[in-house]
C-alpha cells in the first residue's frame, strides 16, 4: 500500500519512501495495420506519453546514464483501491516516474556533471531522445538527472539527419537539447567522455536489448527492438555527424550547414 498526493496537478504515488510521479498512458494514436507489400507493420509516427517507451529508455540508461527509474503499473503491486483511485485521478491507464529529486550523489552512476552529459546525449542520440534539455532535468547537488523520455524512438527520427533537423527546430522554438549544449565550449576532455560512451552503448547486446523490450512492450516489440539494433551499431557514426554537423555551426557562427538552402535540399534527399 502506498500513498496518493496532489502536487500542483501532478499526481504522486508514495511508496516504501520512494517518489513517482503518475503520468497518464496513451496508447498510439493510430493503430498498426499490415501493409500488403511487406507484409509488415505501419507503426504510427507519433507516441505520445506511451510508458513502454519512457521504460525502455529508462532501462536502457541506468547504471549507464544519470536517469530515473521507470515503472509500469503492473509493477506496482497495487491496491484495488488504489488502482480505482489512480484511475479516477490519471485516467484509465498509467505508469510511473520516479521523482529526480530524490535521487543523491551516492545514488547516481556520474558525479562529474560533463561526464553525466557525455553519457547522456549518446543514450539520447541512441534512442532519438530530441526533448532533453533543461526543463527535463533536474540538478542535484549540482549533478544533472534526466526525466522524462516520452519524445524518443519516432520512427521519423531514425534517419540521423530528421534527428537533427528536429534537435535544431525544436531549439529554434525554445527548447534547446543537451546535444546542442554539449558542443558548446566542446573540449578535448568532453571528446575523451563521448568516446568512453560510445565504447559503453554500443557494447550493448542483442540479448539485452530484446530483453529491455520484452519487459517494457509487447504490441510494438519486433519494432523497437530492431530500432534500437540498428541505432547501436551506427551510434558511433551517428554521433560522430551530429559532433561535425554542430561544430561546423559553432565555428562559422552560423545556422548549421545542413540549413542552408541548397545543402539541405541535399540531405532531404539523403533522409527520404
Given at each position: 500500500m502506498g500513498t496518493i498526493e496532489m502536487e500542483r496537478g501532478m499526481v504522486k504515488y508514495i511508496t516504501s519512501g520512494e517518489i513517482y510521479y503518475v503520468k497518464q498512458h496513451f496508447k498510439p494514436s493510430i493503430p498498426p495495420v499490415p501493409q500488403s507489400s511487406s507484409q509488415k507493420l505501419a507503426v504510427p509516427e507519433r507516441f505520445f506519453s506511451y510508458g513502454p517507451i519512457e521504460?525502455?529508455?529508462?532501462?536502457?540508461?541506468?547504471?549507464?546514464?544519470?536517469?530515473?527509474?521507470?515503472?509500469?503499473?503492473?509493477?506496482?503491486?497495487?491496491?484495488?483501491?488504489?488502482?480505482?483511485?489512480?484511475?479516477?485521478?490519471?485516467?484509465?491507464?498509467?505508469?510511473?516516474?520516479?521523482?529526480?529529486?530524490?535521487y543523491?550523489?551516492?545514488?547516481?552512476?556520474?558525479?562529474?556533471?560533463?561526464?553525466?552529459?557525455?553519457y547522456q546525449i549518446v543514450l539520447d542520440t541512441l534512442v532519438r531522445n530530441w526533448d532533453d534539455g533543461d526543463r527535463n532535468i533536474y540538478v542535484v547537488s549540482g549533478i544533472p538527472v534526466w526525466f522524462d523520455f516520452g519524445a524518443s524512438l519516432d520512427p521519423r527520427c531514425q534517419n540521423v539527419y530528421r534527428f537533427l533537423l528536429k534537435i535544431q527546430d525544436t531549439a529554434?522554438?525554445?527548447?534547446?537539447?543537451?546535444?546542442?549544449?554539449?558542443?558548446?565550449n566542446y573540449s578535448r576532455r568532453k571528446e575523451r567522455i563521448l568516446h568512453s560512451a560510445i565504447e559503453v552503448?554500443?557494447?550493448?547486446?542483442?540479448?539485452?536489448?530484446?530483453?529491455?523490450?520484452?519487459?517494457a512492450e509487447d504490441e510494438f516489440s519486433g519494432f523497437f527492438g530492431e530500432y534500437l539494433v540498428n541505432n547501436i551499431a551506427q551510434i558511433a557514426e551517428d554521433i560522430d555527424i551530429i559532433k561535425g554537423a554542430f561544430l561546423s555551426q559553432r565555428d562559422s557562427g552560423k545556422r548549421p550547414m545542413f540549413?542552408?538552402?541548397v545543402l539541405r535540399q541535399t540531405f532531404w534527399r539523403q533522409i527520404k
Amino acid at each position: 500500500m502506498g500513498t496518493i498526493e496532489m502536487e500542483r496537478g501532478m499526481v504522486k504515488y508514495i511508496t516504501s519512501g520512494e517518489i513517482y510521479y503518475v503520468k497518464q498512458h496513451f496508447k498510439p494514436s493510430i493503430p498498426p495495420v499490415p501493409q500488403s507489400s511487406s507484409q509488415k507493420l505501419a507503426v504510427p509516427e507519433r507516441f505520445f506519453s506511451y510508458g513502454p517507451i519512457e521504460k525502455i529508455v529508462s532501462l536502457l540508461g541506468l547504471g549507464r546514464c544519470n536517469v530515473v527509474n521507470v515503472k509500469l503499473a503492473d509493477e506496482m503491486d497495487l491496491s484495488s483501491e488504489e488502482m480505482q483511485t489512480l484511475v479516477n485521478l490519471v485516467g484509465p491507464e498509467f505508469y510511473f516516474s520516479r521523482a529526480a529529486y530524490q535521487y543523491t550523489k551516492e545514488t547516481l552512476p556520474h558525479t562529474d556533471p560533463e561526464i553525466a552529459m557525455g553519457y547522456q546525449i549518446v543514450l539520447d542520440t541512441l534512442v532519438r531522445n530530441w526533448d532533453d534539455g533543461d526543463r527535463n532535468i533536474y540538478v542535484v547537488s549540482g549533478i544533472p538527472v534526466w526525466f522524462d523520455f516520452g519524445a524518443s524512438l519516432d520512427p521519423r527520427c531514425q534517419n540521423v539527419y530528421r534527428f537533427l533537423l528536429k534537435i535544431q527546430d525544436t531549439a529554434d522554438a525554445g527548447r534547446v537539447s543537451s546535444i546542442k549544449s554539449y558542443f558548446d565550449n566542446y573540449s578535448r576532455r568532453k571528446e575523451r567522455i563521448l568516446h568512453s560512451a560510445i565504447e559503453v552503448f554500443s557494447g550493448i547486446s542483442h540479448t539485452e536489448v530484446r530483453a529491455v523490450v520484452q519487459v517494457a512492450e509487447d504490441e510494438f516489440s519486433g519494432f523497437f527492438g530492431e530500432y534500437l539494433v540498428n541505432n547501436i551499431a551506427q551510434i558511433a557514426e551517428d554521433i560522430d555527424i551530429i559532433k561535425g554537423a554542430f561544430l561546423s555551426q559553432r565555428d562559422s557562427g552560423k545556422r548549421p550547414m545542413f540549413y542552408e538552402p541548397v545543402l539541405r535540399q541535399t540531405f532531404w534527399r539523403q533522409i527520404k
